[in-house]
C-alpha cells in the first residue's frame, strides 16, 4: 500500500532491478501508462497493485514475471495485454473491466489461470458506414500459442443482447448512418484440444462493445476509438430511512456514474414482490459489476454498473424482493430487479462492531453529537483513521460512537474497517 490513493498520475517506468510490487502498491491512483522493459527483472505483482487507475494502450510482461495477483489491473482502459512466461500465476480478475480487445497468450502450458480474468471488458470503436458490417471486422482478436509452437486464433462468439442492429449469420444490419448499436460477446470454443477449452473457459472474457457508425460520405476514421462508452445517466442512492433528522449529503454520497445504458424490448416478467423483512438490507451497493433489470428473471437489462474502488459504488434502495423462474431471491430497486447474490452486493451499513475505521469518502465525511447526525461536530479528511467505542442502529442504518463521544455513519462507501 506504498502509494494507495495518492492521486499519482502520468507515466510510470519500472526499474529493471525492481522484483516484486506489493498488493494494492498504486491502488486507486491516475497513473496512465507502465514501463516494464525487456531486462525487468519483475517476478510478481500483487493483488490490486494498479486497481483503479487510467491505464491505457499495452500490457507486455517480462519472462521473469511468476505471479499477477487478484484483479492487479482491474477498473482501467487497458487495451491490449500479451502474457509470455514460463511458471506465471494470473490470479481472479486480474485484468476486469477495462477496453481489453486484443489478448496473446504464449506458453500455455508455463501459465497458471484463474477465474475471470478478462471479465466485464468494454470498448467502443469507430467503423465507416457500410450497409452491413461483419463481425470479423469489429470482433476481439484472442490468440493462443502453446508450447509446440502451435498458435489458435479463438474467432467463435456468442453474440448477444444486440442494440440498434440487426445480427444474423456473423453480419449486423439495419443501422442507420452516424448512428451507434452495441452488442455483447462472449468466445466460445468447440475444439477437442482439452486445454484450449480450459483456457478460453478460465478467461471468462466479455465484451460490452459499442459501435459508432459514420457518415455515408465520411471518410473511414484512422483505427479505433477507446473509451469505455458508459457515461448514462444513473442515479445516487438516497436514504430515506426513518432515522430522524440527518443530513442526507452526509449519509449517501452522490455516487459516480459507472453505468451503461441497453435500450429495452422484452416486457417484464410477471412477479409478486414481497415487502422487505428484517433479514434483509435496506441498502445495498455493488462489489463487482451488475446489471438492472426489468424482469426478475435478469433476462432485460436496462443499466450496467461497473465494479469499481468502493467508495465509488453504485448504492442501491431495498423496495421489495422476488423470485426468478428458478427460485433466485432479487432485490427490488428503483427501476427493475437486481441480484441478491452476496458475491456481487453487499449491505451498504457495517452491522457489527470494530475498534478503528478509516475515512475514505473522496471529501470527507462530518462527526456529529448525536446518533441521528443532526448536530454537527466537525469534518473528518479522507485517509483519516478514528478510534471507535461502539455501534448504534438509528431505523434501517448504523452509527459508530467514537471514543470523543461524536457520531459518524456507518456507510461503508464513506469509511472502512482498519
Given at each position: 500500500?506504498?502509494?494507495?490513493?495518492?492521486?499519482?498520475?502520468?507515466?510510470?517506468?519500472?526499474?529493471?532491478?525492481?522484483?516484486?510490487?506489493?498488493?494494492e502498491?498504486?491502488?486507486?491512483?491516475?497513473?496512465?501508462?507502465?514501463?516494464?522493459?525487456?531486462?525487468?527483472?519483475?517476478?510478481?505483482?500483487?493483488?490490486?497493485?494498479?486497481?483503479?487507475?487510467?491505464?491505457?494502450?499495452?500490457?507486455?510482461?517480462?519472462?521473469?514475471?511468476?505471479?499477477?495477483?487478484s484483479?492487479?489491473f482491474?477498473?482501467?482502459?487497458?487495451?491490449?495485454?500479451?502474457?509470455?512466461?514460463g511458471?506465471?500465476?494470473?490470479?481472479?480478475?486480474?485484468?476486469?473491466?477495462?477496453?481489453?480487445?486484443?489478448?496473446?497468450?504464449?506458453?500455455?502450458?508455463?501459465?497458471?489461470?484463474?477465474?475471470?480474468?478478462?471479465?466485464?471488458?468494454?470498448?467502443?470503436?469507430?467503423?465507416?458506414?457500410?450497409?452491413?458490417?461483419?463481425?470479423?471486422?469489429?470482433?476481439?482478436?484472442?490468440?493462443?500459442n502453446?508450447?509446440?509452437?502451435?498458435?489458435?486464433?479463438?474467432?467463435?462468439?456468442?453474440?448477444?443482447?444486440?442494440?440498434?442492429?440487426?445480427y444474423?449469420?456473423?453480419?449486423?444490419?439495419?443501422?442507420?448512418?452516424?448512428?451507434?448499436?452495441?452488442?455483447?460477446?462472449?468466445?466460445?470454443?468447440?475444439?477437442?484440444d482439452?486445454?484450449?477449452?480450459?483456457?478460453?473457459?478460465?478467461?471468462?472474457?466479455?465484451?460490452?462493445?459499442t459501435?459508432?457508425v459514420?457518415?455515408?460520405?465520411?471518410?473511414?476514421?484512422?483505427?479505433?476509438?477507446?473509451?469505455?462508452?458508459?457515461?448514462?445517466?444513473?442515479?445516487?442512492?438516497?436514504?430515506?430511512?426513518?432515522?430522524?433528522?440527518?443530513?442526507?449529503?452526509?449519509?449517501?454520497?452522490?455516487t459516480?456514474?459507472?453505468?451503461?445504458?441497453?435500450?429495452?424490448?422484452?416486457?417484464?416478467?410477471e412477479?409478486?414482490?414481497?415487502?422487505?423483512?428484517?433479514?434483509?438490507?435496506?441498502?445495498?451497493?455493488?462489489?463487482?459489476?451488475?446489471?438492472?433489470?426489468?424482469?426478475?428473471?435478469l433476462?432485460?437489462?436496462?443499466?450496467?454498473?461497473?465494479?469499481?474502488?468502493?467508495?465509488?459504488?453504485?448504492?442501491?434502495k431495498?423496495?421489495?424482493?422476488?423470485?426468478?423462474t428458478?427460485?433466485?431471491?432479487?432485490?427490488?430497486?428503483?427501476?427493475?430487479?437486481?441480484?441478491?447474490?452476496?458475491?456481487?452486493?453487499?449491505n451498504?451499513y457495517?452491522?457489527?462492531?470494530?475498534?478503528?475505521?478509516?475515512?475514505?469518502?473522496?471529501?470527507?465525511?462530518?462527526?456529529?453529537?448525536?446518533?441521528?447526525?443532526?448536530?454537527?461536530?466537525?469534518?473528518?479528511?479522507?485517509?483519516?483513521?478514528?478510534?471507535?467505542?461502539?455501534?448504534?442502529?438509528?431505523g434501517?442504518?448504523?452509527?459508530?460512537?467514537?471514543?470523543?463521544?461524536?457520531?459518524?455513519?456507518?456507510?461503508?462507501t464513506?469509511?472502512?474497517?482498519?
Amino acid at each position: 500500500m506504498a502509494f494507495y490513493g495518492n492521486n499519482l498520475s502520468g507515466k510510470l517506468v519500472i526499474p529493471d532491478k525492481l522484483k516484486t510490487i506489493s498488493n494494492e502498491a498504486f491502488y486507486d491512483n491516475q497513473l496512465s501508462s507502465i514501463t516494464i522493459s525487456s531486462d525487468s527483472q519483475l517476478e510478481s505483482i500483487g493483488s490490486l497493485a494498479f486497481y483503479d487507475n487510467d491505464l491505457t494502450g499495452d500490457l507486455v510482461f517480462p519472462s521473469t514475471l511468476n505471479l499477477i495477483g487478484s484483479s492487479a489491473f482491474a477498473i482501467n482502459n487497458i487495451k491490449n495485454v500479451h502474457l509470455t512466461a514460463g511458471g506465471t500465476s494470473v490470479n481472479d480478475y486480474a485484468f476486469a473491466d477495462n477496453n481489453i480487445t486484443n489478448i496473446q497468450i504464449d506458453n500455455t502450458g508455463g501459465i497458471e489461470l484463474g477465474w475471470g480474468i478478462f471479465d466485464a471488458q468494454q470498448a467502443e470503436t469507430d467503423v465507416p458506414y457500410s450497409m452491413q458490417i461483419p463481425l470479423k471486422k469489429i470482433q476481439p482478436t484472442i490468440t493462443i500459442n502453446n508450447d509446440d509452437g502451435q498458435t489458435t486464433t479463438v474467432d467463435k462468439f456468442d453474440i448477444k443482447n444486440t442494440s440498434g442492429a440487426t445480427y444474423d449469420n456473423s453480419i449486423f444490419t439495419d443501422f442507420a448512418p452516424n448512428s451507434k448499436f452495441s452488442y455483447f460477446l462472449m468466445p466460445t470454443t468447440n475444439s477437442s484440444d482439452t486445454m484450449l477449452v480450459n483456457i478460453v473457459d478460465q478467461l471468462g472474457y466479455t465484451l460490452a462493445q459499442t459501435i459508432n457508425v459514420g457518415d455515408v460520405d465520411a471518410t473511414p476514421p484512422p483505427g479505433t476509438g477507446g473509451g469505455n462508452g458508459n457515461n448514462g445517466n444513473g442515479e445516487s442512492g438516497t436514504d430515506n430511512s426513518n432515522s430522524g433528522n440527518q443530513n442526507p449529503s452526509q449519509e449517501l454520497p452522490t455516487t459516480p456514474d459507472n453505468s451503461s445504458t441497453t435500450p429495452i424490448s422484452q416486457p417484464e416478467a410477471e412477479v409478486t414482490v414481497k415487502p422487505v423483512s428484517k433479514r434483509i438490507p435496506a441498502y445495498v451497493y455493488n462489489k463487482r459489476t451488475i446489471r438492472l433489470h426489468r424482469n426478475a428473471n435478469l433476462t432485460s437489462p436496462v443499466k450496467t454498473y461497473r465494479q469499481t474502488a468502493r467508495r465509488h459504488a453504485k448504492t442501491f434502495k431495498i423496495i421489495g424482493t422476488a423470485k426468478s423462474t428458478n427460485g433466485a431471491l432479487r432485490y427490488r430497486v428503483k427501476g427493475g430487479y437486481i441480484t441478491a447474490s452476496k458475491k456481487h452486493v453487499a449491505n451498504l451499513y457495517y452491522q457489527s462492531h470494530t475498534t478503528r475505521i478509516r475515512v475514505i469518502a473522496d471529501k470527507g465525511i462530518n462527526q456529529y453529537k448525536d446518533a441521528k447526525l443532526a448536530k454537527r461536530a466537525g469534518h473528518v479528511k479522507r485517509g483519516k483513521v478514528l478510534r471507535v467505542k461502539k455501534l448504534a442502529k438509528v431505523g434501517n442504518v448504523t452509527r459508530y460512537q467514537l471514543t470523543n463521544g461524536n457520531y459518524i455513519t456507518g456507510n461503508k462507501t464513506m469509511v472502512m474497517w482498519r
